[in-house]
């Protein structure tokens, strides 16, 4: 895999700080948390969150999915493109917070790449060459993310799968809404991989395809209960929905973005 930085570090900085940059700049009124300073925080996010009228349930599912799956498609974004699983370090772990409540950008820190015999990056500053970085880099964001669910639970009236499932789909997001990262059907197949990787506290993962235009058409493991809510609609990629409903919003998603 051609990799244009010179170090995981450098890419860290530059290329996965641009991937986020499309979600628009840092403002005065966002604020970056720690993952401790989360734990801490979720509570509040929580009550703002049902006082605008998400049920409670569906709440700590947003939260479990836009602060442990935002992790997990990270980590799911720089192997397809990089090569290098990263993992991460729960100290260096910061999340943009939005002041309506929900995380849009995770800075890892200096996590280290594991890569294979043959990568650009091995033996150099902040790689490591092994075997097996995916197993490897997947159990590290379930540690890293492991408070912040746990602390979701009592919050949410749920058992922990249901909240696991949020983070576990995260691995099957880098593909899907976008069209920034040519969809192929290896990287399909990455991504099923590292969610399906042993050991994992999900029962269900995403099932990803490739529709019409290339487009890669995600149907979650689990579900938001978005449709629980005031509005009471199924997201497009929800497991309750059928699978070519699924992909019809999807398609007809990427369409409007091509739109002049």
């Not at 290329?15 to 979720?42: I, K, M």
């Amino acid at each position: 895999m051609d990799v244009a930085t010179s170090t995981p570090h450098a890419w860290l900085d530059t290329e996965l700080a641009a991937w986020f940059a499309d979600l628009g700049p840092a403002l005065p009124e966002h604020r970056f948390v720690s993952r401790d300073e989360a734990v801490v925080l979720l509570p509040e996010l929580h009550a703002l969150l049902t006082e605008q009228g998400a049920p409670r349930k569906a709440a700590a599912k947003y939260l479990a999915a836009w602060f442990g799956g935002l992790a997990a498609r990270t980590v799911g974004y720089g192997v397809l493109v990089t090569g290098a699983a990263f993992v991460a370090d729960p100290g260096q772990l910061r999340w943009r917070v939005h002041p309506g409540g929900w995380a849009d950008v995770l800075e890892l820190g200096d996590a280290v790449a594991l890569v294979p015999r043959g990568h650009r990056w091995s033996g150099r500053p902040g790689a490591e060459t092994t075997t097996d970085g995916h197993l490897r880099a997947v159990h590290a964001v379930v540690e890293a993310v492991r408070p912040l669910v746990e602390a979701l639970r009592p919050l949410s009236g749920l058992g922990l799968p249901g909240l696991w499932a949020e983070v576990g789909d995260g691995f099957g997001g880098p593909l899907a809404y976008q069209s920034t990262v040519a969809v192929t059907a290896e990287r399909v197949a990455l991504l099923d991989a590292l969610a399906a990787t042993p050991g994992t506290p999900w029962k269900a993962r995403s099932q990803l395809w490739i529709a019409r235009d290339s487009i890669c058409v995600q149907q979650k493991g689990g579900c938001c209960l978005a449709y629980t809510g005031p509005e009471a609609d199924k997201c497009s990629n929800c497991a309750l929905r059928d699978a070519d409903a699924c992909e019809a919003d999807q398609v007809a998603w990427h369409l409007e973005q091509l739109t002049p």
